[in-house]
C-alpha cells in the first residue's frame, strides 16, 4: 500500500504540533564545513530520530536522475548510485514534491522499493527537500516493519525536509560561486585567480617541508594565425582540446592552469620516476599528435613550453614566472614545438 501527503496538507494537520530537535544535532549542523558534512549529520540524525534501518538523502545530478550522496544504516541503495526518477517512488516524491511512503516495498514494482526489499525492508517514507518552488532532491528513511510510518512520522520528516532545504540550497550556492570564481568558463580549467592560490601554497610547502617543484609555461604557436584562418570559434575549440588533452596528462599532484588567453601554467612535483623535463614533453608531444577535427576541418596545433626548478631563493612567484617565460622565450625562438628549461647562462 501507497501513502503520499502534500507538505502543505501536512503543515495544516500538524497545527499546534511541536517538532523536538536534538540539541547536538543543530549545534553539529551549525559547525559543517561544507554540503557533505550537512548530508552526513542530516542523514546520521534521520537515522536515529526515525528509528531507521537505512537513512539517505538523495540530491537532483540532472534531469533524468537522482544521487544518493550520504547514507546512514543498509547500504541496499549504494552511496553515489544514480537512481532514476522515472519509475522510483524516490523519483515520484521529486517531481511531484509529495510525501510518499510504501508500506509493502516487497510489493512494489519500483526500482527502488525493490532494492529495498531484497535487503530485508518493508516501509520506506520519501520526502521532497523544498526551497520556494524548487525540489532540491529528497529525505529518505526505510524500516524492516511493514506498516511502520505514521502520518506523524510524514509530518515531522517534511518539517526537515523544509529547514534543510534552505541549509542545502545555501551551500550548493556557494559550491557554484566557488565553481564560477576558481574556473576559466571556455575550458574549465583552474584560473589564474587558484594559480596564485596554488604557487604560492607550493612555494610555502617548498620551504616548509622541502617538497621541491618545477613550473612551466605553455604557450600556444601561431594561435593568432590560427584564429585568423579558421575562425574565433576554431580557436576556442582547439583551448578547449589542448585542456583536455593536458588535464589527462597531469600525473597526480602536477596542476594545470590557464592563465591567460592562450598561456596555460604548470606545477609539477618533484618526484624521482618522471623526469620534468620528460613530463613536459609528454604533453607538448601529446597535443602535436592530437587529431583536432573542427567542423569537419582538420587543425594541427603545437605549444612551446619553458620550465623551471623552484630555487631556495624563490619567496614570491614572480621569480618562477620570470625565468620560465624567458625559457618558454627560448622555445619559441628556436622554432616553436619544442620545451626549454631555464638555463642561467640565457639570463
Ligand atoms: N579563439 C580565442 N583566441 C584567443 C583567446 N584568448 C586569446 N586569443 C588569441 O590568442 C592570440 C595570441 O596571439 P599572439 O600573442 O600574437 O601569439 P601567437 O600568434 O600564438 O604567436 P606565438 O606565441 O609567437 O607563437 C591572439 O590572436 C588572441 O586574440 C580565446 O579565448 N579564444
Not at 46 to 67: C, G, N
Not at 82 to 100: D, H, Q
Not at 116 to 144: E, F, I, R, S, W
Not at 148 to 174: K, P
Request: hydrophobic fraction near 40%; charge should be negative; glycine fraction near 6%.
Amino acid at each position: 500500500m501507497e501513502r503520499r501527503f502534500n507538505p502543505l496538507d501536512l503543515s495544516d494537520n500538524a497545527q499546534g504540533h511541536q517538532i523536538c530537535l536534538p540539541v547536538e544535532f543543530v549545534q553539529a549542523l551549525a559547525v559543517a564545513n561544507s554540503l557533505q558534512e550537512v548530508l552526513d549529520t542530516v542523514s546520521q540524525w534521520l537515522y536515529q530520530l526515525f528509528d531507521a534501518e537505512r537513512a539517505s538523502i538523495t540530491l537532483r545530478d540532472d534531469a533524468d536522475f537522482l544521487k544518493i550522496y550520504s547514507i546512514r544504516g543498509n547500504k541496499a541503495i549504494p552511496l553515489d548510485f544514480r537512481v532514476p526518477i522515472a519509475n522510483t517512488l524516490v523519483g515520484r516524491a521529486f517531481t511531484e514534491k509529495t510525501v510518499l511512503i510504501c508500506d509493502e516495498l516487497d510489493k512494489s514494482t519500483e526500482l527502488d522499493c525493490i532494492m529495498l526489499a531484497q535487503h530485508g525492508m518493508q516501509t520506506c517514507m520519501d520526502a521532497p527537500l523544498l526551497y520556494g518552488d524548487v525540489c532540491l532532491g529528497t529525505l529518505n528513511v526505510a524500516h524492516k516493519k511493514s506498516y511502520y510510518y505514521s502520518e506523524l512520522h510524514a509530518i515531522e520528516l517534511q518539517c526537515l525536509a523544509n529547514w534543510i532545504g534552505l541549509n542545502i540550497s545555501l551551500r550548493l550556492q556557494l559550491k557554484e560561486l566557488e565553481y564560477l570564481a576558481s574556473t576559466d568558463h571556455l575550458t574549465g580549467a583552474a584560473n589564474r585567480r587558484v594559480f596564485t592560490q596554488k604557487i604560492r601554497q607550493a612555494i610555502t610547502e617548498f620551504h616548509e617541508n622541502g617538497q621541491s617543484f618545477f613550473f612551466g609555461l605553455m604557450d600556444i604557436d601561431h594561435f593568432k594565425m590560427l584564429n585568423d584562418q579558421f575562425g574565433h570559434s576554431a580557436g576556442d575549440y582547439v583551448l578547449q582540446r589542448i585542456v583536455a588533452i593536458s588535464e589527462t596528462m597531469m600525473t597526480s599532484p602536477g596542476k594545470f592552469f590557464r592563465i591567460g588567453g592562450e598561456e596555460f601554467a604548470i606545477i609539477f612535483p618533484e618526484q624521482s620516476e618522471y623526469e620534468p623535463l620528460r613530463f613536459f614533453n609528454d604533453i607538448r608531444e601529446a597535443i602535436a599528435l592530437a587529431a583536432m577535427d573542427y567542423d569537419g576541418i582538420p587543425i594541427s596545433v603545437s605549444v612551446s613550453i619553458g620550465f623551471t626548478a623552484m630555487h631556495i631563493h624563490d619567496n614570491t612567484p614572480e621569480s618562477l614566472l620570470r625565468r620560465s617565460d624567458k625559457a618558454l622565450y627560448q622555445a619559441k625562438l628556436a622554432g616553436r614545438n619544442r620545451v626549454h628549461m631555464f638555463n642561467s647562462a640565457q639570463a
